[in-house]
């Protein structure tokens, strides 16, 4: 299993952009989604968790950033509103994926840059 996440880039202050993130292969059951994202020179923060009991989200960006995932189609979405420049980061999607050849394991994208700037 991979994961690929796509949709960051430039955006201004205000704005929103939603991420997207791909777990590739087949016959996967998405269990639990995590959004991170990691400032320069900064640890990597827990943004947004998804499980089957709801969700959950930093304080930073409660209120602002909804997560969710389409099992249909292997997808999992943040999407983001009202972008603030402290948003800034590189953003990585991480999930607990279960698959029939490997049983429950954790996979990480390897992210994608959110820059929020006038």
């Known amino acids: 299993v991979q994961l690929v996440e796509s949709g960051g880039g430039l955006v201004q202050p205000g704005g929103s952009l939603r991420l997207s993130c791909e777990a590739s292969g087949s016959r996967l059951i998405i269990n639990i989604v995590e959004w991170y994202r990691q400032r320069p020179g900064e640890p990597r923060e827990q943004v947004a968790k998804?499980?089957?009991?709801?969700?959950n989200y930093a304080d930073s960006v409660k209120g602002r950033f909804t997560i969710s995932r389409d099992n249909a189609n292997n997808m999992m979405y943040l999407q983001m509103n009202n972008l603030k420049a402290e948003d800034t980061a590189t953003y990585y999607c991480?999930?607990?994926?279960?698959?029939?050849?490997?049983?429950?394991?954790?996979?990480w994208g390897k992210g994608t840059l959110v820059t929020v700037s006038s």
């Open positions: 998804l499980t089957n009991l709801g969700t």
């Open positions: 991480g999930a607990n994926i279960y698959t029939f050849s490997s049983g429950s394991k954790d996979y």
